[in-house]
């Protein structure tokens, strides 16, 4: 048994196809929605369309998403595991009417249960009710595997102490970055997927980014294609899974919970900050986490109550707030002009007595909830004043969370009277005392009447559902009958045509097979005749042939060494020149290579130390480098051209070298004669 809303997260979301609507018409599929919060209604959408009632449990992410007919939403099985697999995990799809066939009506359950309903209950009533149910642990679940899943691109090395190459080599490496992370944003916009971006910012770009997407797993790598080495790393993880199938635990809720108000302050950013001061003015939740979601923060407030309003210090609003703002449909409250440091310190202070302040974006959030607060103490008081001269025994909380809200007190009090008068009635058909005087004989007859008359008209149905029955019984055997002289007749038949379309389908097949085969053989003609033209030149003095190996690693040069062989004066082609350091190319030097190619930037230490021991590390492009199959050759006056070159620079920086050393020894036998 799974236990029903824990006290965690006692968020459910109620749903019900609107009159008219079917998911397997042509036409978009609308439904009423209602979000509870341990027995309170949050919010209340009369007409919402599948993709909104999705969006809001995303953003939500309710325990239980409730329903009387799970096929109202989908039109058949396979289309009902598509569905859970778009939901979060922490939600549970839910049928409090039983499992098919065996499923009770919808206002007997309300009736079993005491849920108060009034007549035949419209879908906005019909999602209360389910979603009442689903608290109470009435119903059945269906689990699956519905992930969100992770994709970070991060660096994929760290970068050295200094050089004149590192400032270089870090943009180049957060502007990739930063390519990549708008890259995979703007393929997931594409595809219509949701998702959360969270970056850290550097001089240059990016240097390591977030994204939280709303699909599963396979989805996002069909997307997004995972990267390891190089300059950064694209890593594609899921974030949970789960599949189950079970009822709940029945448990009984009772009626008389009363939600709390709150003022939502807020600090968004890669560290965000929430806080939640209520009515009295005192702080009921003030925290702060590195990489909080828009789902993050729903799910937090809507644990503790009802916001009214959301307030932010920050100037101009930021994306983040306003989605917020639209999916708990309140106001956002800004102080209207930047708020000073100094000013946000001191009402920190004042608050310090109540709540620990550990980061200046607790502070801040703080700071944007009081100011919230202290623009609405006027409203407050008078609401608190009003009640008490009048003498009104009306929810207070819930008038000043209207007053909050816009609404005018007159129109708040009314709306409240209202309701609150209103006895909940548990079914038209709830049965009558067995001693009232008041019972009327006359609609007892009435009633008898309307029940003979239903029980006639069901009879009457159910007469021509079996002569339905019947007539379909004597369709069938009719068929079986003529298929069965069908296959007497044209047994032969149908055995020859299968076996002539096996015969083709291998044929057809062959065909293919001569046809990849042809192109084999052509592609290693042209690949021959290459390699022939390359060696020729080679003969001719044209080309040299160098020695390819696939990694500039220790690893590598050794397993090449133990296959191939290195021998002195080789020139060695690596394909991916980095990883390796100096120890790498001290291995090299030992073995006394002539010259390095490369086709991917070599580690500025690693170049540096084979340049010192006299080897040449050079660019493919500049020694017109020629590739067939494992092989490769460069050009031979192209290779000696820019090996003189080098010689000629680094006879130059010897030079060099010598004259700066002999300057520094006159300078020094200069100051010792001085003293």
Request: glycine letters at 6%; proline letters at 5%; aromatic letters at 6%.
């Amino acid at each position: 048994m799974l236990s029903p809303v824990d006290s965690q997260n006692g968020l459910v979301v109620g749903f019900d196809v609107l009159p008219s609507h079917s998911p397997r018409s042509k036409t978009p599929v609308k439904f009423a929605c209602v979000v509870l919060h341990n027995g309170s209604v949050v919010r209340e959408y009369p007409e919402v369309s599948r993709r909104d009632l999705l969006r809001t449990v995303r953003e939500v992410m309710p325990r239980f998403l409730a329903t009387d007919n799970i096929f109202e939403i989908v039109p058949d099985a396979k289309s009902l595991f598509s569905l859970v697999d778009r939901l979060p995990v922490e939600t549970r799809l839910v049928q409090v009417t039983g499992i098919p066939p065996h499923q009770k009506s919808l206002r007997s359950l309300a009736q079993q249960y005491r849920v108060g309903v009034r007549g035949k209950p419209d879908p906005l009533q019909s999602a209360r009710i389910a979603a009442t149910l689903a608290s109470m642990g009435v119903g059945y679940l269906v689990e699956c595997f519905g992930e969100q899943t992770e994709v970070k691109v991060t660096r994929a090395r760290k970068m050295g102490r200094g050089g004149q190459s590192v400032n270089r080599y870090r943009r180049k490496i957060h502007s990739e970055i930063q390519q990549v992370t708008r890259f995979i944003a703007s393929q997931l916009k594409t595809a219509g997927i949701e998702f959360e971006l969270d970056v850290r910012t550097s001089d240059f770009g990016y240097s390591s980014s977030r994204i939280v997407a709303y699909a599963p797993l396979p989805v996002i790598r069909g997307l997004v294609e995972e990267k390891h080495g190089g300059d950064y790393n694209v890593i594609v993880t899921p974030i949970k899974k789960r599949t189950e199938f079970l009822p709940l635990e029945p448990m009984t809720v009772t009626s008389e919970t009363k939600a709390e108000y709150f003022i939502l302050g807020l600090d968004p950013g890669t560290t965000a900050a929430i806080c939640l001061i209520d009515f009295e003015g005192e702080i009921q939740l003030l925290e702060s986490r590195k990489g909080l979601t828009r789902a993050d923060i729903i799910r937090k407030v809507y644990e503790r109550g009802i916001p009214v309003i959301i307030a932010t210090d920050t100037l101009p609003v930021p994306h983040m707030i306003r989605k917020i703002a639209a999916t708990l449909d309140t106001e956002i409250y800004t102080p209207g002009k930047p708020v000073p440091v100094s000013e946000k310190q001191e009402t920190a202070r004042e608050f310090s007595h109540k709540v620990r302040i550990s980061n200046a974006h607790e502070r801040d959030a703080l700071a944007a909830a009081v100011y919230a607060y202290r623009s609405l103490l006027p409203k407050l008081e008078q609401v608190d004043h009003h009640v008490r001269s009048q003498g009104l025994n009306i929810d207070r909380r819930h008038l000043k969370a209207l007053v909050a809200r816009g609404v005018q007190m007159n129109e708040a009090i009314g709306t409240l009277m209202r309701h609150g008068t209103q006895t909940p009635e548990v079914s038209e058909e709830e049965p009558m005392p067995e001693h009232s005087e008041e019972v009327s004989v006359d609609l007892i007859r009435n009633r008898l009447e309307e029940a003979l008359a239903q029980n006639r008209a069901l009879l009457a149905r159910l007469e021509d559902l079996q002569h339905t029955v019947d007539f379909l019984r004597f369709r069938e055997s009719e068929l079986e009958r003529s298929l069965e002289i069908v296959n007497r007749e044209n047994y032969w038949r149908v055995k020859r045509d299968r076996e002539v379309v096996k015969k083709q389908s291998e044929i057809d097949a062959l065909r293919q097979e001569v046809d990849r085969l042809r192109g084999d053989v052509g592609e290693l003609h042209r690949r021959l005749e290459l390699l022939r033209g390359v060696k020729r030149r080679e003969i001719k003095g044209d080309m040299i042939a160098v020695k390819v190996v696939p990694q500039f690693s220790r690893e590598s040069i050794e397993d090449y060494c133990k296959t191939v062989g290195l021998r002195e004066k080789d020139i060695v082609l690596f394909e991916d020149a980095s990883g390796g350091g100096v120890q790498t190319a001290g291995l090299l030097i030992e073995q006394g290579i002539r010259a390095v190619i490369v086709n991917t930037p070599l580690s500025h230490l690693a170049e540096e130390e084979l340049v010192t021991a006299g080897i040449p590390v050079i660019s493919a492009d500049n020694v017109e480098l020629r590739r067939v199959d494992e092989f490769a050759f460069i050009s031979r006056k192209r290779f000696e051209t820019t090996f003189q070159e080098f010689l000629k620079e680094v006879r130059e920086k010897a030079r060099q070298k010598g004259e700066e050393d002999l300057v520094e020894l006159i300078e020094r036998y200069r100051r010792e004669g001085e003293h």
